[in-house]
């Protein structure tokens, strides 16, 4: 079976993703710090909308982290999640995938893109909240 299977019905596109244990637990928490960072119940689909609608992901990270990243979170796995956006959050999405691609040097999935994204939202809310703790005014 294949890791992330795509469908497109009208105005959104749906990916099936088959995802390792590792990364399920990445995705609650990322959803669970992003939830508690807005201050709302968020999705997995919510989160994915935010993240490839903003500023580029994972910017200031070095390629190497990314590698590591995908290295120790596997993406691969027996866990089904669906994934459904609009489509033309899924064209960000795809858009994204294939920057990061070119950025680390290796050709990415759906599944992988998704993963690398959870990293970023944790490491900015992680960041966002630590400076509220210590009072320092975000912009």
Known sequence: MA??????TGRSRGYALSISTPLFQLATEAIRVHSNATGRFQSLAQLVIERVSCAPILEDHDPEIMRDHLRLIPTKGDVQIYLSIP???ADKLVATKKELSAR?????TVPDAVSLILLDSIADDRTTEVLRKMAIPMS
């Not at 680390?104 to 990415?108: E, K, P, S, T, V």
């Open 3 to 8: 890791d992330w299977i795509e469908t497109m």
């Open 87 to 89: 489509r033309e959050d």
């Open 104 to 108: 680390i040097g290796q050709r990415l």
